[in-house]
């Protein structure tokens, strides 16, 4: 299977620059030469009922935490909200 | 001999009898760090000051007469992929160089309950993605005995630094055999729990159906303690098993007489090295002398885990990494002209190349049109490789195995060629795919002097069978020798 680097990249939000699109192309050619090495198995994927996950119930969240705790990463905070580049003309 | 040299039990043992103070043994863990960490290089962040304050609060507990844990004191270092609140957490990655998070994983909260005194945040390969450490953004981890070789990977800075006395245990996380494979490089003790047996919330996601946190030590004892306080139900992990968990090390046995070792020729094949192969057979031997009984057994789909693991974990690394954007934490580019260029020059900027190969195998094999062709085939032959280890489990007790198929490689030997790299979680990646716990215990050394590990695999939730095995095999050798002479 040729993979196209560019679309794959530009599906993942990543841009490869251009002097290492080559050797990206090269190595993941022969990482997906490896992976797609796997045979046909005549079966169907069934939920594990040993292992399902136990999902908590809907009650009111008790954690504290201040707003200012919550944006302390923030790269751009203004009016304590997070601040992006304009998505709406 | 030093305080850093010595195992977490025996610290908690003077602890108890008065013959040294919790301020004693951090001053002297922290004293080795300022003398090698020059050399390892294991620490992204040492926490100097707050150890000692940690160590303090012990000390004036234990004059209070306070009932304490037996780990209380005890220095512990923390992979930097492990949520730590108020301590930088940059999954050794330029995306999270600036990332202190306002929560405690909940293995922090475990850690922190019981009193142990954290070190500082370990190195590792970015975003857990790699297999010697070498893909960190920020540094290097040696290999404490020998300085020219990687410590292994994802978790290289835990080992490294519990190999060479910068700190007593450390916590790790294993996708592939992220805490395996460094402990085998290093010759310490490192265990990758049961999947859903260790809470995962707060530790950064790359796979998060195969990730498990677990602990490194340098005697079984050790891991032992710390399994018992990090395991156990939370509810802040949806995947989190909500059954009655042993205290392992209370009830740590020394015996294996009657138990069943299974050996696995799929193990013992090409592309492991000759005298990694005779160090493990050696050591079953001296197991079955003991009392153990052998038996082969076969794991037919080996050949098929590779394949399986970097489709299943690079699948869901590319959902999990989607979260990076610039925009809540981390890293954002200095300069773009909309959101889309925002995102991608932050992605491409704060990724290395190795995370970024993931990202977009992930992608790949999730695309329209591929899934079938991957993921799904991938995700039947999981099912399959589960089947067989269940089938060898209702013969055998525990299954041995290489964890790793050579000794600790040179820096820079495979970094052209992810392949290779790749090639070195051979022995440990179906451990993960199946969900079962395993360890990675000292077995002997290479030619060159390198450390060589075994893997004793278990059934589910089986990790006393397993760190009884260990222990007893840890007590015929007489312990796994003496901290490394860093030069």
Not at chain 1, 20 to 32: A, H, L, N, R
Not at chain 2, 443 to 453: E, V
């Amino acid at each position: 299977m040729n993979i196209d680097i560019k679309h794959i990249a530009k599906l993942s939000r990543l841009r490869i620059e251009d002097d290492k699109i080559e050797k990206f192309e090269k190595d993941m050619q022969s990482i997906v030469n490896m992976v797609e090495q796997l045979p046909d198995i005549d079966d169907t994927l069934t939920l594990d009922v040993n292992n399902a996950m136990k999902l908590r119930e809907d009650v009111e969240v008790t954690d504290k935490y201040t707003r200012e705790q919550l944006m302390k990463n923030a790269p751009q905070v203004q009016a304590g909200c997070l601040v992006v580049p304009k998505i709406v003309d | 001999m030093e305080l850093y040299e010595k195992s977490a039990f025996e610290l908690s043992e003077m602890l108890k009898a008065k013959e040294c103070s919790a301020a004693e043994i951090t001053e002297s863990v922290l004293g080795r760090i300022g003398k090698t960490e020059a050399s390892v290089e294991a620490y992204v962040t040492v926490c100097e000051e707050s150890a000692r304050e940690q160590a303090k609060k012990v000390d004036e507990m234990i004059a209070e007469g306070k009932e304490l844990h037996p780990l209380a004191g005890i220095p512990i270092g923390i992979k930097d992929n492990i949520s730590t609140k108020g301590i930088l957490t940059t999954c050794s990655s330029k995306m999270l160089y600036n990332y202190v998070p306002p929560f405690n994983a909940t293995v922090m909260n475990k850690v922190n309950s019981a009193e142990m005194v954290v070190t500082g945040k370990l190195n590792m390969d970015e975003f857990a993605m790699g297999s010697s450490t070498e893909t960190s953004y920020f540094k290097k981890t040696k290999n404490p005995h020998d300085l020219t070789r990687i410590p292994g990977g994802s978790s290289g800075g835990s080992a490294a630094a519990v190999a060479s006395g910068e700190a007593i245990v450390a916590l790790g996380s294993d996708t592939g055999g992220s805490i395996r494979q460094p402990s085998a490089y290093c010759g310490v003790v490192g265990l990758k729990p049961t999947y859903g047996s260790v809470s995962r919330f707060g530790l950064v996601a790359f796979a998060s159906s195969l990730d498990q946190i677990g602990p490194i030590g340098r005697t079984v004892k050790d891991v032992a303690m710390v399994q018992s306080l990090i395991c156990g139900h939370d509810k802040m992990d949806a995947t989190s098993k909500d059954i009655a968990y042993p205290d392992y090390a209370a009830n740590l046995k020394n015996d294996v007489k009657g138990l069943k070792i299974g050996i696995p020729d799929e193990y013992f094949g090409e592309g492991i090295d000759a005298e990694v192969k005779d160090a493990v057979m050696e050591t079953v031997k001296l197991l079955e002398k003991n009392g153990a009984e052998v038996r082969k057994i076969s794991l037919p789909s080996t050949a098929y885990a590779l394949n399986s693991y970097y489709i299943l974990s690079s699948a869901e690394a590319s959902s999990n990494l989607a979260r990076f954007d610039g925009v809540r934490y981390g890293y954002r580019t200095e300069n773009y002209d909309s959101l889309i260029d925002m995102y991608e020059k932050t992605r491409s900027e704060g990724f290395g190349d190795e995370v970024k190969r993931r990202i977009m195998l992930g992608t790949f094999v999730l695309s329209s049109g591929f899934y079938d062709a991957y993921y799904k085939k991938a995700k039947l032959m999981q099912k399959k490789i589960s089947a067989e280890f269940s089938e060898a489990f209702a013969d055998v007790d525990v299954i041995a195995t290489p964890t790793v198929p050579s000794g600790a490689f040179k820096i820079g030997e495979n970094m052209g060629d992810p392949l290779k790299m790749y090639a070195t979680d051979i022995c440990t990646v179906t451990i993960n795919i199946a969900g079962l716990p395993a360890i990675s215990v000292p077995c002997g050394k290479t030619a060159n002097g390198m450390p060589i590990g075994m893997q004793l695999i278990g059934g589910h939730f089986r990790e006393q069978t397993l760190l009884d095995a260990a222990n007893a095999y840890e007590s015929i050798v007489g312990g796994f020798g003496n901290i490394p002479k860093i030069v």
